[in-house]
């Protein structure tokens, strides 16, 4: 019988197999080529060799370091899961391996590349004995840990109570803008980690018997002194008015002015710092426009010395140095704050969003929008106006189209008219009260007063709220704004029936025979802030701050580098009514 030689060639496959597997392997030998195609970075005949040795004697004395080095062979072939089980095969099949430190710090890379950031800190801790070792442990997981943000860091924390993952949280909690910063959790983790105080770059509380306060504004002093009065006033004078004013009702032994013409130029400015001319002062109110506002900015975070602007409400202004305050609430408080307020209020969930060209405007318009969507509301008009194309808004709130007047055609057909023609009326694009709110981030009047003669022509019920102090406007329209039921969100200081405000203003006009405008206001606030905050808490007063606020009822800079005590007026009856006051909480 004639044997197939399909069969003959599986018989001899067999053969030459079991021929292959009764002899036996050189493990010593196999291990020796497998390492040294692992140090020559041949990885795949390495892991090929750690294989085939693992299966060929699983109890030989140098199991372990096979398959430690398989596990190196597959992580260097970015097999990196295969690698993981390995090592943990490891620490189940050789618990007592002296190489155990080596296969903890393994495993603890690779669950961090992983995403396994959990798993990545617990062998972390579990490597121990040998210094060499820790110390790398201790490198990758800061490497990692570094990497991760707030939110991450704490959920860590929860799961381990680590002082290193303590130090790191800190860390990035403090790489917000100062006024974000949550130094009450901060400081408590820092006590109970006993960690570095690296809260702050703010220096320890300094007290004086005396404080001097630079006051640097565009005062022009030159045309005071060629004609011995300012011919056309402008809003550095007020303020510094205000200032001076305010200034008077210290105790001159222990609060002093020095002021600054600054000329509205970066020269004079830069002049005024190299000169060294600042040299000794315990605070600065202004300067007032974008150079000058630079140089003084730069040199005050440099010689750490706060600077308070009492004018912008550009929160920009306060990001990048912990000692820049505002006097007024910046823009981005303003829309975030001004939003949670008013979230609650409405039914309806549509709203119109208009802002003015400052930078302030944008911030408190986009952050008011970006509450308002998170919120559930929709936003069906968002839109930036200047002065000079603030009718556009009018244009575009009573914009209509020629329609069929479908009741006039109605009586027409029940009388009995013949009808020759279709009755047409107007009818608005956007619907009456399809609104319910519009939110103005300007105090342009401009704007404000295009914006409410469209809300009167359709004749809306839609709640407008606006922006700043419009009563001080020239015209403001207060009657329209009183029929309207319009919200302004402004400072408390800046409620004209403040008794402080009425005595002052009295004070002024006794004076000057006329009524004070709002940037005297600003000046006079500016000054009882900082004033009473040098005298409180020191020259940092923003340490003390911190905790509690100031003692007059007008500001609060709790965790804040803006003045977050605003108010919601309205008005009624030709009075002002407070809506809304404090924060807005």
């Not at 603890?108 to 972390?124: H, R």
């Not at 403001?476 to 400072?491: K, R, T």
Request: hydrophobic share 40%; net charge neutral.
């Amino acid at each position: 019988m004639k044997i197939p030689k399909l069969t003959i060639l599986v018989l001899l496959v067999l053969f030459l197999e079991r021929n292959s597997t009764s002899q036996p392997l050189d493990y010593d030998k196999e291990y020796n080529l497998a390492q040294t195609n692992l140090d020559r970075g041949n990885y795949s005949l390495a892991l090929n060799g750690f294989t085939k040795l693992m299966n060929s004697d699983p109890a030989n004395p140098k199991a372990a370091y096979t398959s430690f080095y398989y596990a190196i062979s597959a992580n260097a072939l970015d097999q990196k899961d295969k690698a993981k089980d390995m090592f943990l095969q490891i620490t189940k099949n050789h618990t007592n391996w002296d190489k155990m430190p080596d296969t903890y710090l393994w495993l603890s890379k690779l669950y961090f590349e992983l995403s396994s950031p959990n798993q990545g800190i617990y062998y972390a801790a579990k490597v121990e004995g040998a210094p060499a070792v820790m110390l790398l442990a201790s490198e990758i997981k800061r490497s990692y840990l570094a990497q991760f943000n707030t939110v991450t860091l704490s959920s860590l924390l929860v799961e381990h109570e680590d002082a290193e993952i303590a130090e790191y949280l800190v860390l990035s909690m403090m790489k917000v803008s100062y006024e974000q910063r949550e130094y009450g959790r901060i400081d408590s983790l820092i006590s109970y980690y006993k960690l570095n105080s690296r809260k702050s770059e703010i220096p320890d509380d300094i007290f004086k018997e005396k404080y001097k306060v630079a006051v640097m504004l565009p005062l022009f002093n030159e045309r005071l002194w060629a004609s011995g009065i300012y011919m056309h006033k402008s809003l550095a004078v007020d303020i510094y008015e205000g200032i001076r004013l305010a200034a008077s009702e210290f105790d001159s032994t222990k609060i002093s002015l020095e002021v600054f013409d600054t000329k509205k130029d970066s020269t004079t400015t830069l002049s005024i710092v190299e000169n060294g001319q600042l040299a000794g002062v315990d605070g600065i109110i202004g300067p007032l426009y974008p150079k000058p506002i630079y140089l003084v900015s730069q040199y005050a975070s440099v010689q750490k010395i706060n600077h308070l602007n009492p004018v912008s409400t550009n929160s920009r202004l306060i990001e990048k140095s912990p000692y820049a305050f505002l006097l007024r609430t910046g823009g981005k408080t303003i829309g975030t704050q001004m939003a949670e307020f008013v979230a609650g209020k409405f039914e309806n969930k549509q709203c119109a969003i208009y802002y003015g060209p400052r930078l302030s405007d944008s911030l408190a318009a986009f952050n008011y929008a970006e509450q308002m969507l998170a919120d559930s509301f929709q936003i069906v008009i968002m839109q930036r106006s200047r002065t000079e194309s603030a009718r556009e808004l009018f244009d575009s709130l009573t914009s209509s189209i020629s329609v069929v007047d479908t009741v006039e055609l109605q009586r027409m057909w029940d009388e009995g008219e013949k009808v020759k023609f279709m009755p047409r009326r107007d009818s608005l694009l956007l619907k009456v009260d399809s609104i319910g709110h519009i939110f103005i981030a300007s105090d342009n009047k401009a704007i404000a007063a295009e914006v409410m003669a469209a809300i009167i022509s359709r004749g809306d019920s839609t709640q407008i709220i606006g922006l700043g102090n419009w009563y001080s406007a020239a015209n403001a329209g207060l009657d329209i704004m009183e029929e309207l039921g319009v919200w302004l969100v402004m400072q408390e200081f800046e409620d004209m029936l403040l008794p402080n405000n009425i005595r002052i203003r009295n004070r002024y006009v006794l004076e000057n025979h006329k009524k004070p405008s709002k940037y005297f206001y600003y000046g006079y606030y500016a000054m009882k802030f900082i004033g009473n905050a040098l005298l409180k808490h020191g020259v940092y007063f923003q340490n003390g701050q911190k905790y509690e606020p100031n003692d007059m009822a007008w500001f609060d800079y709790k965790d804040s580098q803006d003045n977050k005590r605003m108010a919601v007026i309205q008005l009624k009856n030709g009075v002002t009514n407070i809506v809304k006051k404090s924060n807005l909480e």
